[in-house]
């Protein structure tokens, strides 16, 4: 598996569950994970507690389920949380991912807090297997 292949598995959005660290334990929410150009992006408000989590700390692993063939399949990205306050990403991201708009005005609302997920390694769990393929991204 390389990135090449794993890509098409993503949709442009689906479930995920992002595990971050509070400075005492880890913490572990669902979210939407956002996938466009090969790149990973999160939606959030810059006054939730995970801002200040990844801020702190930036260290991150996502888990994504996928269904492939009526299977169950997984991936899990570890890598670094970056928020990016860069205009065209930020209006880019805003209209693919349509659910942002019940949550902020406009892609320059203060409150919309936009990350990129900078993988480092990936795993997958194809359907029917007990053995994660990792590799460098």
């Known amino acids: 598996m390389n990135k090449i292949e794993l890509m098409p598995k993503f949709t442009t959005m689906q479930r995920c569950w992002l595990a971050s660290y509070d400075g005492e334990y880890p913490?572990?929410?669902p979210m939407?994970?956002?996938v466009h150009?090969?790149?990973?992006w999160l939606?959030?408000?810059t006054e939730d507690a995970k801002t200040t989590q990844?801020?702190?700390h930036p260290k991150i692993e996502v888990s994504v389920p996928l269904k492939e063939n009526e299977q169950e399949s997984f991936v899990r990205i570890k890598g670094i949380a970056h928020y990016t306050h860069n205009p065209i990403e930020r209006e880019t991201i805003w209209h693919i991912a349509t659910f942002i708009q019940n949550y902020f005005y406009s892609p320059e609302h203060p409150g919309f807090g936009l990350i990129e997920i900078h993988p480092a390694t990936v795993s997958y769990m194809p359907?029917?297997?007990s053995v994660e393929e990792s590799f460098n991204w």
């Open 32 to 34: 939407i994970l956002i």
């Open 43 to 45: 939606a959030t408000g």
């Open 37 to 40: 150009d090969g790149r990973f």
């Open 54 to 56: 990844l801020m702190k």
């Open 27 to 29: 913490r572990v929410r």
């Open 127 to 129: 359907p029917n297997s």
